[in-house]
């Protein structure tokens, strides 16, 4: 028998595998993959119900073990190298937005994490541009006008002197290893790098870890960037869909369609905060489209950075009492169908516009009863241990909620948009698609947008 080499023979063929999750299968999928990386193509059969479960099989049966180990870390180096010598664009989207995130994870991420995209895309040599995308409420709890500006390194909100990242991360370092030595669960670990977290952010004015570590990784991004050409674009609190692929998009809760959820069930009883404030919000479509022509307005620009607030409350400025207007439009007319069957008449909540209204509020309602229970609990032997528990845990809930979102909710700032208006206007000028490409807020129409759009897209993809 005479026939030719075995790796030239793989090369660009297209081969089928049955029994994939098969001790030999796996083992000659691993070979196959190895020794001929330009295979064409390899379908392996495998028992799944659906596509979902084959995925999974395919995943935890099959590439997932040590097997595959070789493999993994040949592919990572070659992708690595070729990213590296092919990349033109790096959009740095990852963070962890929850405002209460252990401090080590949000540090990890939001912060560290931007150093590491950064000195990734330095050694990609043909990289025109980065674009790093923050918040606008890196900026803090200023009134006013905020104006569009960078951080310095080590620039803290309240101008307390001593911020440092590395210290920071040293500190986060110390404090798990005495938790560690302390014999700590891994909840009681959570809850105080949790605690941590709020703590580190408000030494130096931010009001949660979400932010501080946001800002921090801003500052990060300027001090490393050298040569290489940044935009950073800072949304506002972002919304569903306005057009683009269809309206109505969204993923992902956020605060205000809580609210408005807890409003539709009848479970909203009040509401915190300056009924007359604004509240920022800019469609997510609108913010991807500010990315994509601040990718291209910055390529090949290292000396022109700017800093872009994507948001509404300078050109289109919408209210909490709108909110609370088109709510109650909305589920009016499109009432929530309640457990037993029937519809939740909705009404006009009661508006609570301080912090000592809120107190009042809770100490009437329900800070006497707990008092009572307390009371009646060491009367009856503690019969009543667990109810009063239960509520004392609710409250202590809600109180650190309200803690935690007081900012926001009497919030008295208004992103200035100077940059962003040049950058829309710049757009116009160069002849780009500015329909399909559009990020100017001053169209929207609120009314329209809450009660035809975001609300029934909040309904149907978050609460179905």
């Not at 949000?106 to 990609?124: D, E, S, W, Y």
């Not at 809770?362 to 006497?368: D, K, N, V």
């Not at 109180?399 to 829309?424: A, H």
Request: glycine share 6%.
């Amino acid at each position: 028998m005479e026939f030719g080499s075995v790796v030239q023979f793989l090369e660009n063929k297209t081969i089928l595998i049955t029994g994939a999750t098969g001790f030999l299968a796996k083992i000659l999928l691993e070979k196959i993959l190895r020794v001929q990386p330009n295979v064409k193509k390899i379908y392996l059969l495998l028992r799944a119900a659906d596509t979902k479960s084959a995925s999974q099989r395919l995943q935890n049966e099959i590439l997932g073990k040590d097997l595959f180990t070789l493999l993994r870390e040949k592919w990572d180096s070659d992708l690595r190298e070729e990213i590296w010598s092919q990349l033109d664009v790096a959009v740095n989207l990852a963070a962890t937005t929850n405002f209460y995130e252990r401090y080590d994870v949000a540090l990890g991420i939001n912060t560290m994490g931007a150093k590491h995209v950064l000195c990734f895309a330095k050694k990609c040599v043909k990289l025109k541009v980065l674009v790093h995308v923050s918040t606008a409420y890196v900026a803090g709890e200023r009134e006013g006008l905020i104006l569009e500006t960078a951080f310095g390194k080590g620039d803290a909100l309240n101008g307390v002197s001593g911020l440092d990242i590395d210290e920071e991360k040293r500190l986060v370092d110390r404090k798990l290893n005495e938790l560690r030595a302390e014999g700590a669960t891994s909840e009681a670990i959570k809850e105080a790098m949790k605690d941590m977290g709020i703590e580190r952010a408000k030494v130096y004015g931010w009001p949660n870890t979400y932010v501080f570590t946001k800002a921090m990784g801003e500052m990060l991004v300027g001090d490393l960037k050298e040569n290489l050409s940044v935009a950073i674009i800072r949304p506002s609190i972002v919304t569903s869909t306005l057009k683009e692929p269809f309206p109505g998009w969204v993923e992902g809760i956020r605060t205000i369609d809580s609210l408005a959820i807890g409003y539709a069930k009848g479970r909203l009883t009040f509401f915190l905060g300056d009924i007359t404030g604004i509240i920022d919000v800019i469609p997510a479509d609108m913010v991807v489209n500010a990315i994509a022509v601040a990718m291209v307005a910055h390529a090949n620009r290292p000396f022109d950075d700017a800093i872009y607030h994507v948001g509404s409350s300078v050109r289109n400025p919408l209210t909490y009492s709108n909110l609370q207007d088109f709510g109650f439009d909305y589920f009016t007319e499109n009432p929530w169908t309640g457990k037993d069957g029937k519809p939740v008449k909705v009404g006009k909540i009661k508006v609570l516009s301080s912090m000592a209204n809120f107190h009042r509020y809770m100490a009437i309602r329900y800070l006497l009863l707990l008092k009572g229970l307390e009371v009646a609990n060491t009367a009856f032997c503690h019969y009543f241990e667990d109810t009063y528990r239960d509520l004392n845990r609710k409250i202590k809930f809600v109180m650190k909620l309200v803690e935690l979102y007081r900012p926001y909710l009497f919030f008295r700032g208004v992103f200035d948009d100077m940059n962003t208006e040049k950058l829309r206007m710049a757009a116009e000028e160069n002849n780009i698609e500015t329909d399909m490409f559009s990020f100017d807020p001053k169209g929207i129409v609120w009314e329209d947008y809450f009660t035809k759009i975001h609300i029934p897209g909040v309904v149907k993809y978050e609460f179905k």
